[in-house]
């Protein structure tokens, strides 16, 4: 089957770097994906990685290791609206292309 | 605001009733996907639809189908209700057949008392 792993919850001081983990099992692995959700909000999309190595989008990364079934997200520079949700998710191409989306890591900014 | 409208924003309804949620894609987007997320939960996979075929499958129950229109708007219905159905349900919409990056409707929270 197809399971993800993230944090449940971190906490980090403003303008701090944090790192999310994310671990993954999955057959038909095709790219790993990150999004962002504030309460009563919808996903928003950050990153996505096919390949191995480090993407870069502002404050944010994301990195990936393919053969660990292992990603990341880092977001630096912290800030208060980066109090929020994040998940991690896997583009499988098991009976059809799924996004499987893991539970998810709040993440707790604070002053 | 992603461009993806879905009504309605809230629906209260009783065990065993049916429901219909529906979803407008984003201007140009012709896969639809349909994710149901219970609270303080993930996001579960329910099913996508490309340009009117349905396209993948996840963890749709049985008493759950959705469709997409010639317009590509989609609706997905929900019958025999239960109180574990309460949930948020959000659609997101994408350009292509197998894309990573999906944009999100602000979904319908659907309370079934």
């Known amino acids: 089957g197809q399971s993800l792993e993230q944090p449940s919850e971190v906490t980090a001081v403003e303008g701090a770097i944090v790192q999310i983990n994310c671990t993954y099992q999955t057959s038909g692995f095709y790219g790993l994906s990150w999004y962002q959700q504030h309460d009563g909000g919808a996903p928003t999309f950050l990153s996505y990685n096919a390949l191995d190595g480090l993407e870069e989008t502002g404050r944010f990364s994301s990195f990936l290791s393919r053969s660990d079934s292992y990603g990341y997200l880092l977001l630096q520079e912290l800030q208060m609206k980066d109090s929020a949700s994040y998940f991690c998710?896997?583009?499988?191409?098991?009976?059809?292309?799924?996004?499987?989306f893991g539970a998810g890591t709040r993440l707790f900014v604070k002053a | 605001d992603s461009g993806v409208t879905q009504t309605p924003k809230h629906l209260i309804t009783a065990t065993g009733q049916r429901v219909t949620l529906r979803c407008s894609p984003r201007s140009g987007d012709l896969s639809v996907y349909w994710y149901q997320q219970s609270l303080d939960q993930g996001l579960q996979f329910l099913i996508q639809?490309?340009?009117?075929?349905?396209?993948a499958k996840g963890n749709i129950l049985e008493r759950f189908s959705a469709q997409q229109f010639p317009d590509l708007h989609s609706e997905l219905n929900l019958s025999s209700l239960e109180l574990g159905d309460s949930a948020l349900y959000f659609c997101a919409s994408s350009e292509r057949r197998d894309s990573y990056e999906q944009y999100f409707g602000p979904g319908t929270r659907l309370t079934v008392t």
């Open positions: 998710a896997v583009r499988d191409q098991t009976g059809g292309f799924k996004t499987i």
């Open positions: 639809y490309y340009n009117g075929e349905e396209r």
